[in-house]
């Protein structure tokens, strides 16, 4: 009976101070876990958003080169403090192939987005046409970085510069 005993005894179990070790082992393997889980979701989310940034300055670029390209004068008469935020011009854009132009206006708004406002030509057969009907507006982009000309122009000596009127 003493043997039983004596086996009972070697097979006692778990005590209280092993357990606090163990789950004082186990919470700190699960914060540290639980820290990466956290530093690896900040930088994914932050790596979408960069790459949102970039699809929306790509499809800015495309809309603006297409406007521009089409451009045929410039006819702003804008002073040289907004003037490298808002841009207006005539250009062939959205007209048939004998149509005249119409007026374009590219600008950041006031809530920092890039818009686009088309105007057409009041009656098709003036020369020179006339702009004063209603613009149609759509917004091109949505993060534009604040207080960023938009524009930079060339002088006569090529030089860069935010005044058109150089």
């Given at each position: 009976?003493?043997?039983?005993?004596?086996?009972?005894?070697?097979?006692?179990?778990?005590?209280?101070?092993?357990?606090?070790?163990?789950?004082?082992?186990?919470?700190?393997?699960?914060?540290?876990?639980?820290?990466?889980?956290?530093?690896?979701?900040?930088?994914?989310?932050?790596?979408?958003?960069?790459?949102?940034?970039?699809?929306?300055?790509?499809?800015?670029?495309?809309?603006?080169?297409?406007?521009?390209r089409t451009a045929t004068g410039f006819t702003s008469s804008l002073?040289?403090?907004?003037?490298?935020?808002?841009?207006?011009?005539?250009?062939?854009?959205?007209?048939?192939?004998?149509?005249?132009?119409?007026?374009?206006?590219?600008?950041?708004?006031?809530?920092?987005?890039?818009?686009?406002?088309?105007?057409?030509?009041?009656?098709?057969?003036?020369?020179?046409?006339?702009?004063?009907?209603?613009?149609?507006?759509?917004?091109?982009?949505?993060?534009?970085?604040?207080?960023t000309p938009l524009f930079t122009y060339l002088d006569a000596d090529g030089d860069s510069t935010t005044d058109p009127a150089?």
């Amino acid at each position: 009976m003493t043997a039983r005993l004596r086996t009972r005894n070697r097979q006692a179990g778990v005590n209280v101070v092993e357990l606090t070790v163990v789950v004082a082992l186990l919470g700190v393997v699960l914060a540290i876990a639980f820290q990466g889980l956290h530093s690896y979701q900040r930088a994914a989310g932050a790596s979408e958003a960069r790459i949102r940034s970039l699809e929306e300055a790509r499809t800015m670029m495309a809309v603006l080169t297409k406007d521009l390209r089409t451009a045929t004068g410039f006819t702003s008469s804008l002073s040289a403090s907004s003037a490298p935020r808002d841009v207006t011009f005539t250009a062939n854009l959205n007209t048939a192939a004998n149509a005249p132009e119409n007026q374009v206006r590219l600008y950041v708004d006031a809530q920092e987005q890039l818009r686009e406002d088309i105007r057409p030509p009041d009656t098709p057969v003036t020369s020179p046409p006339t702009y004063t009907g209603a613009w149609t507006s759509r917004i091109i982009g949505q993060s534009v970085v604040p207080g960023t000309p938009l524009f930079t122009y060339l002088d006569a000596d090529g030089d860069s510069t935010t005044d058109p009127a150089a």
